[in-house]
């Protein structure tokens, strides 16, 4: 939100920077989806941090409720940068 409100972002190329409460990295250091925890729900994609952490995530589950339905797709912000696509070799190194 603050990336909207103030036209700018933080991180690199605009892509901002993932930020975790403790709660969130004890789960994924315990070995929980990080779809079950929320992180599908923070502005900043969190995939290239769980990534670079070694932590295994499916991203065909990213949007999927705990009933396995869609539950759709938020809104792209017009400031933040989210590139998918970027993402694709990063997925397929291991």
């Known amino acids: 939100?603050?990336?909207e409100m103030e036209g700018k972002?933080?991180?690199e190329n605009g892509h901002g920077i993932p930020v975790f409460t403790y709660e969130e990295?004890?789960?994924l250091v315990?070995?929980?989806?990080p779809w079950e925890i929320g992180l599908?729900?923070?502005q900043v994609s969190s995939e290239p941090l769980m990534i670079k952490m070694g932590i295994p995530f499916s991203p065909s589950g990213k949007y999927l409720g705990r009933n396995?339905?869609?539950m759709g797709r938020p809104a792209k912000p017009n400031v933040l940068?989210?590139?998918m696509d970027a993402l694709q070799p990063m997925l397929m190194e291991d």
């Open 9 to 11: 972002t933080y991180g």
């Open 30 to 33: 315990l070995g929980y989806d």
């Open 40 to 42: 599908q729900t923070h």
């Open 25 to 27: 990295l004890a789960a």
């Open 81 to 83: 940068k989210i590139d």
């Open 1 to 3: 939100m603050v990336s």
């Open 68 to 70: 396995g339905e869609y």
